[in-house]
């Protein structure tokens, strides 16, 4: 079992900067890939940016140049850096982890709002 804890959202002006964090534990988090996810009111759950055990990471072409996802030496944290943001960043944002030999082993933390105003 995997569990997942964000923190770091909040709100902030166009243009401005967070951080998003999520502390993972469970066993094998190390080889989980790790992402972000966001769900803004009325659209359906979009793919962010994902970073594998190895340390590959992709991004959504919408936040390309503007996010950094990366991961903590013992793998446990990941975080988000989101910078230059834009009022259709506004979602809330979830953590999620990905054993990448089953795809039934799948999880969520419970989401963090950012919100950007104009």
């Known amino acids: 079992q995997v569990q997942l804890v964000e923190s770091g959202g909040g709100l902030v002006q166009s243009g401005g900067s967070l951080r998003l964090s999520c502390e993972a534990s469970g066993s094998l988090i190390r080889v989980y890939t790790m992402g972000w996810y966001r769900q803004a009111p009325g659209k359906s759950r979009e793919r962010v940016a994902t970073?594998?055990?190895?340390?590959?990471?992709t991004y959504a072409d919408s936040v390309k140049g503007r996010f950094s996802i990366s991961r903590d030496s013992a793998k446990t944290t990941v975080y988000l850096q989101m910078n230059s943001l834009k009022p259709e960043d506004t979602a809330v944002y979830y953590c999620?982890?990905?054993?990448?030999?089953?795809?039934?082993?799948?999880?969520w933390g419970q989401g963090t709002q950012v919100t950007v105003s104009s």
């Open positions: 970073v594998t055990g190895g340390g590959a990471t």
């Open positions: 999620n982890a990905q054993f990448p030999f089953s795809t039934n082993q799948n999880y």
